[in-house]
Structure formats: structure tokens, C-alpha cells
């Protein structure tokens, strides 16, 4: 066996574990809080910070496309990191740390959602400071103004773990497996909301 077939299959084979091993409640929990914010017609915002910011625009198109049932009301969603010129105005201004809750103040309503992604679920640091305070300070926020909150973490489940209504960790110490998964839980997501609207009369 080459060292690259090695490495697939055991990648591959990590994958099958963390499969097995996520929590399926945590899954129908943001499903079931996702399908709420859809009947009373709440919006539902995303971000994130580098790979996980790709992924939130991802799950804001996926949530706003894949979820359109003909004839029923469709979910409101927006990722709040996509307006690059506001990102960096907020960002010069403000400051990194409130590059998400400055956005909320403007947009978050009572009963509106907040799902924030992050590998390390807002624990850690690196050569800038702490890492992922923005999402963690916007998570507050959303809570303090009536909201409810939604976490996608890896590793230990971090800070997001402690205060999300509702949070996902993937069960592994790799970012790569946590970004992979990420994006396998917000597909899985968006198709069992599908099922459910159409079901709903």
C-alpha cells in the first residue's frame, strides 16, 4: 500500500467513527429549532470566520434554496459574511471582535436565530488573541435581544457548547474532519426541514 492510499484509507476510516459517533438529539434539536423559526416566520442569520465563514454562506443558500416547497412561505436567511466592503468598514472602525454583533444590532429581531460555525467553538488562541470572539460575542447578544442560538463546533465543543440553545460537535481533534462535517450536518439538516414543511399543512 502506497503512503497515499494509507493515508485515504485512514482518513476514510476516521470518518466512519465520527459518523457513528454524532449525536443524533443534537441534530433534531436545531432541526426542530430551525422548523420553529420557519412557522413563525423569524429570520435565521449565519457566520462564521475563515472555512466556517464558506460554510455559512453555504448553509444561508442551502437554507433559502433547497428547503423551497411550492406553495408554502420559504425561509428568511442571510449570512452576515458576505458584504466584504461592511466587513472591513465594521472591522476598521469597530474592531474584529465586533464584526458580527454590530451587524445584529442593526438586523436581529425577538425570535430570530443566530447559527454561528467554528472549529474550536470560540476556545483557543493563536498569534492574534482568542479566537472566534466575534462569533461568541454575537452568540450573547443574539440571547440578550431575545433570540435563540445555534452552535456548530468541533474538538471539545468550546464556548459554543456552554451557551447555544442549541449546539453540534463533531467528535474529532481535526480541523479538516470538523469543516468536512460541518457541511455534511447542514446538508442533513436542510433536508429533513425540507420533509417537514412538506408535510406541514
Given at each position: ?115 454561528c460555525l467554528s472549529v474550536h467553538g470560540g476556545t483557543g488562541k493563536d498569534k492574534a488573541g482568542l479566537w472566534s470572539q466575534n462569533l461568541v460575542k454575537a452568540m450573547v447578544l443574539a440571547k440578550q435581544m431575545g433570540g435563540k442560538t445555534v452552535g456548530f463546533s ?48
Amino acid at each position: 500500500m502506497t503512503q497515499t492510499k494509507a493515508m485515504i484509507d485512514e482518513h476514510l476510516k476516521e470518518t466512519e467513527t465520527i459518523a457513528a459517533r454524532t449525536s443524533r438529539d443534537s441534530l433534531v434539536k436545531i432541526v426542530d429549532l430551525l422548523f420553529s423559526a420557519w412557522k413563525n416566520e423569524r429570520w435565521v442569520f449565519m457566520c462564521g470566520n475563515g472555512g466556517s465563514a464558506s460554510t455559512a454562506t453555504h448553509f444561508a443558500c442551502d437554507l433559502a434554496k433547497s428547503t423551497i416547497v411550492p406553495g408554502k412561505k420559504r425561509f428568511k436567511v442571510l449570512s452576515l459574511n458576505d458584504n466584504v466592503p461592511l466587513l472591513t468598514a465594521i472591522t476598521n472602525d469597530n474592531g474584529w471582535d465586533n464584526l458580527y454583533s454590530e451587524q445584529l444590532l442593526s438586523l436581529f429581531g425577538k425570535g430570530d436565530v443566530l447559527v454561528c460555525l467554528s472549529v474550536h467553538g470560540g476556545t483557543g488562541k493563536d498569534k492574534a488573541g482568542l479566537w472566534s470572539q466575534n462569533l461568541v460575542k454575537a452568540m450573547v447578544l443574539a440571547k440578550q435581544m431575545g433570540g435563540k442560538t445555534v452552535g456548530f463546533s468541533g474538538f471539545d465543543g468550546g464556548v459554543f457548547k456552554e451557551i447555544a440553545d442549541a449546539c453540534v460537535v463533531v467528535p474529532a481533534d481535526s480541523t479538516p474532519h470538523v469543516e468536512s462535517f460541518h457541511a455534511l450536518y447542514e446538508h442533513l439538516i436542510c433536508k429533513c426541514l425540507r420533509a417537514k414543511i412538506e408535510e406541514e399543512p
